[in-house]
Structure formats: C-alpha cells, structure tokens
C-alpha cells in the first residue's frame, strides 16, 4: 500500500523558516528519486527538490539556496529544510517519488508579508 504523510507546514513572515517531513511506505520509498513539489493557489503543481538515494541533489531556480532537501532511509522519511522564505512560497507541499506515483494529502505553507 502506498502511503505519503507530510506535516510541518503552517503560517510563517517573510524571512522566517520551516521544516517539512514526509513519512513514506517502503513501496514507494524504494523508488530511486523522492522529491518534494508544491502547488501554489491557481497554479499547477512543481517540483522544487529532488534527491536520489545515492544522495544526488537538484532543486528548482527558484527555491536554490534556500531550500534543503534530505532524506533518511532508515525511517523512510524525506524533509525539506526551508529558510528565507517568500509570499510566492505559498502554496500545498507534497512529496512524492520522481516521477510522482501518488499524492498525500500535503502541508499547507503560508508564508505573510
């Protein structure tokens, strides 16, 4: 059964920092890639970091140097470590493998002027 469970957003200022976690079952863990995507209001869902199992790392222009995404296979959990944050990084976070082959419900990020 695949399973995604992320958590950790909320209402931050402009500036401020959040930690997003992700709790995946083995199924869809195994796959190679898991990456985080958000999906800003009106806006069709991205994908903003990846990372592979080696530990290869790619993120979004718009999200590099602020963003961190890492995962620890042991517990199946990926996290997206996000600083300096922006009004445009308002949206629904999701992660999911690379390609996605499932959704969660996702975390709600609001990030206020």
């Known amino acids: 059964q695949v399973q995604l469970v992320e958590s950790g957003g909320g209402l931050v200022q402009a500036g401020g920092s959040l930690r997003l976690s992700c709790a995946a079952s083995?199924?869809?863990?195994?796959?190679?890639?898991m990456g985080w995507y958000r999906q800003a209001p009106g806006k069709q869902r991205e994908l903003v970091a990846r990372?592979?199992?080696?530990?290869?790392?790619n993120y979004a222009d718009s999200v590099n140097g602020r963003f961190t995404i890492s995962r620890e296979n042991a517990r199946r959990t990926v996290y997206l470590q996000m600083h300096s944050l922006k009004p445009e990084d308002t949206g629904v976070y999701y992660c999911?493998?690379?390609?996605?082959?499932?959704w969660g419900q996702g975390t709600q990020v609001t990030v206020s002027s």
């Open positions: 999911s493998s690379v390609p996605a082959l499932s």
């Open positions: 083995r199924s869809i863990f195994s796959m190679n890639v």
């Open positions: 990372i592979s199992s080696g530990g290869s790392i």
